[in-house]
């Protein structure tokens, strides 16, 4: 797979690399494709971007926006922060965002040392038990 693709801009196209784009943004009939460097507006639907751009690393979080999981710096079940922006999430995609990234979650979970038996830990994640042992990184 193409770390990149081309955006016809006139009678031209442009490259765009992927790693550079923070954010897709729908505008009536055209796509304003933000990335690190310039802002392009193009002739296209959301669909037709959403279909081009790599599944693992964008996804569509409103009809109007589609964003970068590499720019995401942190969101909510309401909204979406790339640096200082802040993009909602749509109802129709809740969830999803979620579904598509690796989360690590300190809700209820507490670590207590087991002193019957040394090196080992017990974590007590989301109501379930789990044994580690402290010399596989925990």
């Known amino acids: 797979m193409n ?3 081309f955006i016809k801009i006139g009678k031209k196209f442009s ?3 992927l790693a550079e784009i923070k954010y897709a943004e729908a505008v009536k009939k055209y796509v304003r494709i933000v990335t690190s ?9 959301m669909c037709m971007v959403e279909k081009v751009l790599p599944a693992n690393q964008f996804c569509r979080i409103h009809r109007s926006y589609l964003v970068s999981l590499e720019h995401t710096t942190d969101f909510d ?10 993009f909602p ?9 979620q579904q598509r990234v690796i989360t690590l979650s300190n809700d209820r979970t ?4 087991d002193n019957d038996e ?8 989301n109501g379930s038990d789990y044994s580690a042992n402290q010399n596989n990184g925990l």
Do not use: H, M, W
């Open 3 to 5: 770390d990149f693709v």
């Open 15 to 17: 490259k765009i690399y």
């Open 37 to 45: 460097k310039k802002t392009y507006l193009i002739l296209a639907s």
């Open 77 to 86: 079940n309401e909204v979406v922060y790339i640096g200082d922006k802040i």
């Open 89 to 97: 999430i749509g109802k129709q995609y809740r969830g999803i965002l």
């Open 110 to 113: 507490e670590f207590i040392p």
């Open 118 to 125: 040394a090196g080992k830990i017990i974590a007590k994640i």
